[in-house]
């Protein structure tokens, strides 16, 4: 187990699309084991294997048991309601933004030795698997904001969102 280097949103590999999973072997045990190991140590809700330089189909999204999910090939199988609220990413450091996620979301994906399970998440957790899904694409958060804020916007905005009320 090793903790892998997070590429930045101006890395190419971001931005390609990713390839299914078809070897359910000790690699795959293995990146998966880095992905966790990486994830932690970034003290952050996901990570896709494109984050970290890998082009595979491999996610690991915190669930709302604070217990890492880990989704081979996964697909956005439902999405329910809408959230508005920000978002950042391990690969655009020190920037945030506001983007709509659904509210309630569900996959379907492989677990490491290929067996098909879905799992589902509200607000955070639903959030996480459409960002990391859309890791999967070559698309980064970043798309889908007006405005992007640094640490120091953020205090501020939310001091005055205090301040009103």
Known sequence: MAIRDILTDKDPALHKKCHPVTRF???LCSLLDDMRDTLA??????LAAP?????????VVVDANDD?????????????GEQDGLEGCLSVPGMWGYV??????KVRAQDRRGNWFEAEGEEIVARCFCHE????DGHVFTEHVDRLYTGEDLDRLLAEEERKG
């Open 25 to 27: 072997d000790e690699k």
């Open 41 to 46: 140590h970034a003290n952050g809700a996901g």
């Open 51 to 59: 984050q970290i330089g890998i082009l595979r189909r491999v996610v």
């Open 68 to 80: 890492m999910l880990e989704l081979v090939n996964p697909e956005l199988v439902a999405r329910d």
């Open 100 to 105: 709509k996620r659904p509210m309630h979301a």
């Open 133 to 136: 899904l859309e890791h999967l």
